[in-house]
């Protein structure tokens, strides 16, 4: 991640000066809006949280504490009235099923280490802060956490952007996006959600991806295998992405084909592979988990244990549900998909 956004900032030097401007005027926007943030664990982002917070401070994988400090209506749902939780909540494996992904967990490390330091030395020096990955310092950290790598998103995505379009657009298409889609919400005010982390990671692996496209060593090809891990171990959906380096790898092995350059086909086989492997080793953590609390590394709870139902006619409502529907809820991306086909 270092390497290319400093390449970007490198680039900017002899990008022109609007180009330097747009993105002081987004650092400053970020910065006015941190104020917004919303220190707050509840709904999906208890899921999500447990992962950080329960091996961060009881050094396991047992999550019964986060379900009980969870918001009233998700612990109602899970606990009884002597404040077990319910029987349903366990797997086979005796854990909590906790279907949700470890990829904002890992994304968050780096803040809540630094939050349970300041904890820790605090409490040595006096002060009485509950050390249990609850209390505000934790909490505050996860937010303000979330709200950098939804900015560094956007501003990965701005550096895309302006590859093929003016970059007054760019930085246009950029400020609609923060503030006319779904993103500032989980940003600021769902900051234990994965959605945020979403953008942040498919931003990168889309940016690192085309970035190397001309000409990709297996070295780049090794980080965007363990870009492509890391995307998916934050939302699994996000796999959709990897048809990019499918479809680029299916037409470069065509070609080889129709050239008889079946060294060419071969390196690319290589590069597939190392990429492939490198994935599935960012892919790890996600699969430990599985095998932990699922008792299997394939097992995924309800995503699995519940058939796929391929002729549910679902995607007009997908897109156009007066129920959270995509386009209709979220207009903008009409304005974006469009500017897809008439640039």
């Given at each position: ?5 400093s390449s ?6 002899v ?50 504490e ?10 109602q749902m ?9 029987p ?29 330091f300041?904890v ?25 956490g979330?709200a950098?790598y939804?900015f ?26 923060w ?42 090809w ?23 380096p ?13 050239e008889?350059?079946f ?6 086989f290589?590069?597939n592979l190392?990429?492939?492997?490198t ?7 996600t ?6 609390i ?11 244990a519940l ?12 897109l156009?549900?007066s129920?959270?529907?995509l ?7 009409a ?9």
């Amino acid at each position: 991640m270092n390497e290319s956004l400093s390449s970007e900032f490198a680039k900017l030097r002899v990008g022109g000066r609007g180009s330097a401007e747009h993105v002081k005027i987004l650092l400053v926007l970020f910065l006015l809006s941190l104020p917004f943030v919303n220190p707050i664990v509840h709904g999906d982002g208890v899921g999500y949280y447990a992962y950080a917070r329960a091996p961060l401070i009881q050094h396991n994988l047992r999550f019964e504490e986060d379900w009980r400090h969870a918001n009233l209506y998700f612990s109602q749902m899970r606990t009884l009235p002597n404040g077990q939780l319910s029987p349903s909540e366990y797997t086979e494996t005796g854990y909590v099923s906790n279907l949700f992904t470890v990829g904002p967990a890992m994304l968050w490390t780096p803040f809540l280490l630094a939050a349970h330091f300041f904890v820790l030395l605090a409490n040595a020096f006096g002060a009485h802060i509950a050390a249990n990955g609850f209390s505000t310092p934790y909490v505050l950290a996860m937010a303000l956490g979330t709200a950098i790598y939804g900015f560094l998103g956007l501003l990965i995505s701005y550096f895309l952007a302006r590859k093929y379009i003016e970059d007054r657009w760019a930085f246009l298409a950029t400020v609609a996006i923060w503030g006319a889609s779904s993103l500032p919400v989980y940003m600021y005010f769902n900051p234990a959600w994965s959605h945020a982390h979403s953008a942040f990671t498919v931003a990168l692996f889309l940016r690192y991806w085309d970035r190397t496209r001309d000409f990709r060593t297996i070295l780049q090809w090794n980080i965007l295998g363990l870009l492509a891990g890391l995307m998916v171990d934050v939302y699994f959906p996000n796999g959709v992405f990897l048809l990019l380096p499918f479809v680029e790898s299916t037409l470069a092995y065509w070609n080889s084909w129709r050239e008889k350059d079946f060294r060419a086909a071969g390196l690319l086989f290589s590069a597939n592979l190392s990429f492939t492997v490198t994935m599935a080793v960012a892919f790890l953590p996600t699969l430990i988990t599985r095998a932990i609390i699922f008792g299997g590394l394939f097992r995924f709870g309800s995503y699995t244990a519940l058939p796929w139902d391929w002729s549910a006619p679902n995607w007009r409502l997908v897109l156009f549900s007066s129920e959270h529907g995509l386009l209709s809820w979220t207009p903008i991306l009409a304005l974006a998909i469009l500017g897809l086909f008439f640039p």
